[in-house]
C-alpha cells in the first residue's frame, strides 16, 4: 500500500472529503466510504423505480409502484441524500 502526501493544496477545497474540522482522518476515510456505499444504494433504488415507472405497476390500493416481486419501488427525488446516508448501513 502507498499513501501520498500532497503539500501544496491551495485552493483545494477538502469540505466534499473531510465531514468536520475536528475529524480524524479515519473519520474522513469512513465517511466517503459511506457516501460513496450510499450513492450506489441510491443508484439501485433509482433503477428500480425507473423499472417500475416505465413498466406501469401502479398499485392503486397502496398508491405507489411496485417493483416485480411486489416491493414499493421509491421515487428517489423524495430520499434526503445526507440523512440516507446517518441512516443506512454500510
Known amino acids: 500500500m502507498a499513501l501520498a502526501v500532497i ?6 477545497n477538502w ?9 480524524t482522518l479515519v473519520e474522513a476515510v469512513t465517511f466517503n ?15 428500480i423505480w425507473m423499472e417500475a415507472r416505465d413498466a406501469k405497476r401502479w ?9 416485480p ?9 423524495t430520499i434526503d441524500f ?3 446516508v446517518k441512516t443506512t448501513p454500510c
Open 69 to 77: 416481486e411486489g416491493n414499493i419501488a421509491t421515487d428517489p427525488k
Open 59 to 67: 398499485d392503486a390500493k397502496r398508491q405507489c409502484l411496485l417493483d
Open 15 to 23: 469540505n466534499k472529503h473531510i465531514p468536520n474540522e475536528g475529524s
Open 33 to 47: 466510504r459511506d457516501r460513496g456505499i450510499t450513492r450506489i444504494k441510491m443508484n439501485k433504488i433509482e433503477e
Open 82 to 84: 445526507k440523512a440516507f
Open 7 to 12: 503539500q501544496d493544496d491551495e485552493g483545494f
